[in-house]
């Protein structure tokens, strides 16, 4: 990291992982609301960005050094289960979050539902863990 702060595209994923967050909580809320054209629309917008961040995610990762975590003791062990936790749900999170949309773009509603019933929640944390991983880096470490 530079001694200007983080770089730029680091900033930008962190914005589009918590516009994701943000989106996801929108959609979940609409759809409790009966208001399902809403929800869809919030939802495609989620993974939209989701996919905008994933982009720009490879791209940085392709063209910067890794920034390592300095902390150490208990704030390194907790760095690296919210770390690992994180990467491993976020593999998780592309075969989930497509077989969802797909089913709901499909009107497999019942499918849908018990899918996404696992797919919001870990596809949430992936997001909201993604900024704190930021935060912790580039604003705390």
Same mark, same amino acid.
């Given at each position: %990291? #530079?001694?200007?702060?983080?770089? +730029? ?6 914005? $589009?992982? +918590?516009?994701?967050?943000?989106? %996801? ?12 054209? $809403?929800?869809?629309? &919030? %939802? ?5 960005? #989701?996919?905008?961040? $994933?982009?720009?995610?490879?791209? /940085? ?17 907790? /760095?690296?289960?919210?770390?690992? #936790? ?18 709901? &773009? ?18 949430? /944390?992936? #997001? ?9 880096? /580039?604003?705390?470490?």
């Amino acid at each position: %990291m #530079s001694a200007e702060g983080p770089p +730029l595209l680091a900033t930008i994923d962190a914005a $589009l992982n +918590l516009t994701a967050a943000v989106l %996801m909580t929108a959609g979940y809320a609409a759809v409790r609301a009966g208001r399902i054209l $809403l929800h869809r629309r &919030l %939802m495609l917008a989620a993974v939209a960005v #989701s996919a905008l961040f $994933l982009v720009c995610y490879l791209y /940085y990762h392709a063209t910067h050094e890794p920034v390592r975590y300095q902390g150490s003791g208990w704030a390194r062990l907790l /760095y690296l289960l919210l770390l690992g #936790s994180h990467t491993v749900l976020a593999a998780a999170t592309v075969p989930l979050v497509l077989t969802s949309v797909w089913l709901g &773009l499909r009107d497999r509603i019942d499918r849908h539902r018990q899918l996404v019933r696992y797919a919001l929640p870990i596809w949430w /944390y992936v #997001s909201v863990s993604g900024v704190v991983v930021y935060i912790v880096l /580039y604003h705390l470490g």
